[in-house]
């Protein structure tokens, strides 16, 4: 089955400084990587996603960049804000009804 | 957007009693829902695949008995924790799918059980 293996698991940051956090996955067959925040006593949100047949994607201030070659993919969140501190998990899957196979979680503390 | 409800969002029990958590799709019919229950700063563990009309998957080392998942609808699952021990304490999230062909899973808000 598909392992998926995040890093690092903590992170802080200063404010407005970049964050990075970086994933691998197993599964050849894996084609769609969705990243989720989860605060405190919460469900994890959606974030950004990307599609194996992309490269890269952008939302404001979050990017995902993806190495399908080398099976692994990033989320890179610039201008960092207290706001963004959380708990970030990366994902796997083959999409459709397929269970999803998440990373360990990476805790990100921004520093104001 | 896909909205999932979870509800409760905290409950209290005692050892030996029964809990039935709801997970609802407002806005969509969702024919796959999934079950994860996650420990204190763990990740999300996949317990089930709640299925619409037929029996749940569960995952290995879950107990099917225990952990008691009905799909009676295409927007509602519950889950029954059966005879609750301490150590069924944790955080329970529902997810599902908004729709066929749609990758993104949207997930509710989760249930803290506390089983005393």
């Known amino acids: 089955g598909e392992n998926v293996e995040q890093h690092p698991s903590t992170l802080s940051v200063q404010e407005g400084d970049s964050a990075v956090i970086k994933c691998t996955y197993s599964d050849s067959a894996s084609n769609y990587f969705p990243w989720y925040k989860q605060e405190l006593g919460k469900g994890p949100q959606l974030i950004i996603d990307?599609?194996?047949?992309?490269g890269e994607k952008k939302d404001q201030r979050i990017a995902v960049t993806l190495n399908k070659t080398a099976k692994h993919f990033s989320l890179h969140i610039t201008e960092t804000q207290p706001e963004d501190s959380a708990v970030y998990f990366c994902?796997?899957?083959?999409?459709?009804?397929?269970?999803?196979?998440f990373g360990t979680g990476t805790k990100l503390q921004v520093i104001p | 957007g896909a909205v999932v409800s979870q509800h409760p969002s905290r409950v209290i029990c005692k050892s030996g009693t029964s809990v039935k958590i709801e997970c609802r799709s407002l806005?969509?019919?969702?024919?796959?829902m999934f079950w994860y229950r996650q420990f204190p700063k763990k990740s999300l563990m996949l317990m089930a695949t709640?299925?619409?009309?037929?029996?749940?998957?569960?995952e290995q080392g879950v107990e099917k008995d225990k952990f008691l998942i009905n799909h009676a609808s295409l927007t509602l699952s519950t889950l029954t924790v059966t005879s609750a021990h301490p150590e069924d304490s944790s955080f329970y999230i529902c997810?599902?799918?908004?729709?066929?062909?749609?990758?993104?899973?949207?997930f509710g808000s989760g249930t803290r059980l506390t089983v005393v």
């Open positions: 994902a796997a899957t083959s999409g459709g009804y397929q269970k999803v196979t």
């Open positions: 806005d969509f019919q969702a024919t796959t």
């Open positions: 997810s599902a799918i908004p729709g066929q062909g749609v990758y993104g899973y949207t």
């Open positions: 990307i599609r194996s047949n992309v």
């Open positions: 709640s299925n619409e009309g037929s029996k749940a998957t569960y």
